[in-house]
């Protein structure tokens, strides 16, 4: 018991207690001023991501999430197994100066690359809409294969912080652009599509004005 309870005010076990309760690793740790502002701030992000998907639709409620409530639970864990004296604008500080907010975007792409090919295979004749066709057969399964391919390309990258991870970024995102409006063209209005955008417009330009995170040799991976 005593080495349990002496393992959860070490940072890895902030961090696991907060990953459970925001804010929770941070009473532990003693910073019981921060912890209260932590889960002060967390319970209305939370439960505005569950009102807009009641009222506005699930697609509406996770878009939030994963745009506002997922990024702020990953960055107070880390500020959790820190504990710094000086709040949550040392550690964001941190954050910035080492592109930690760029690893944890290559892990969402990581993430989306595994959920687009659980997908595919729990649905092998379904045909995505690509500029207006569902393209079949041989033509459809490479349709199906360039998602998570890119996803697992960019999310590496992105860990790497190398800069051929934002290039093919930018390249993948002006595919999405186009294929997203052509599909409007030709289609209309659509919930889903709208989201999409939105979602993908939003992250460009944030990871455009991180380009410079981004190095032309991969760097050696380091510890957050």
Request: glycine share 10%.
């Given at each position: 018991?005593?080495?349990g309870a002496?393992?959860?005010k070490?940072?890895?076990?902030?961090?696991?207690?907060?990953a459970?309760?925001?804010?929770?690793g941070l009473?532990?740790?003693?910073?019981?001023?921060?912890?209260?502002?932590?889960?002060?701030?967390?319970?209305?992000l939370?439960?505005?991501?569950?009102?807009?998907g009641?009222?506005?639709?699930?697609?509406?409620g996770?878009?939030f999430?994963?745009?506002?409530?997922?990024?702020?639970?990953?960055?107070?864990v880390?500020?959790?197994?820190?504990?710094?004296?000086?709040g949550l604008?040392?550690?964001?500080?941190?954050?910035w100066?080492?592109?930690?907010?760029?690893r944890?975007l290559?892990?969402?792409?990581?993430?989306?690359a595994?959920?687009?090919?659980?997908?595919?295979?729990?649905?092998?004749?379904?045909?995505?809409h690509?500029?207006?066709?569902?393209?079949t057969?041989?033509l459809?399964l490479?349709?199906?294969?360039?998602s998570?391919?890119?996803?697992?390309?960019?999310?590496?990258?992105?860990?790497?912080?190398?800069?051929?991870?934002?290039?093919?970024?930018?390249?993948?995102?002006?595919?999405?652009?186009?294929?997203?409006?052509t599909?409007?063209?030709c289609?209309?209005?659509?919930?889903?599509?709208?989201?999409?955008?939105?979602?993908?417009a939003?992250?460009?330009?944030?990871?455009?004005?991180?380009?410079?995170?981004?190095?032309?040799?991969?760097?050696e991976?380091?510890s957050?």
């Amino acid at each position: 018991m005593k080495v349990g309870a002496s393992f959860l005010k070490t940072p890895q076990g902030a961090a696991f207690l907060s990953a459970l309760c925001p804010g929770l690793g941070l009473f532990i740790r003693g910073y019981s001023a921060q912890a209260w502002s932590t889960l002060l701030l967390g319970l209305p992000l939370v439960s505005l991501a569950v009102i807009l998907g009641q009222s506005h639709g699930i697609e509406t409620g996770i878009f939030f999430g994963i745009l506002v409530v997922l990024p702020w639970w990953v960055f107070q864990v880390f500020h959790s197994s820190l504990a710094h004296p000086n709040g949550l604008r040392a550690t964001w500080h941190l954050v910035w100066e080492r592109g930690l907010d760029i690893r944890y975007l290559g892990g969402l792409f990581i993430l989306s690359a595994l959920m687009d090919l659980s997908i595919i295979v729990a649905n092998p004749s379904y045909n995505l809409h690509v500029f207006c066709a569902r393209p079949t057969g041989v033509l459809g399964l490479f349709v199906k294969a360039q998602s998570p391919t890119f996803h697992m390309l960019i999310g590496y990258g992105f860990l790497r912080q190398a800069r051929w991870g934002l290039l093919i970024y930018l390249l993948y995102a002006s595919y999405g652009f186009l294929n997203a409006m052509t599909n409007f063209a030709c289609e209309g209005y659509g919930r889903i599509r709208t989201i999409f955008l939105l979602t993908l417009a939003t992250f460009t330009i944030y990871i455009w004005s991180r380009r410079r995170s981004f190095r032309s040799a991969s760097p050696e991976p380091r510890s957050f």
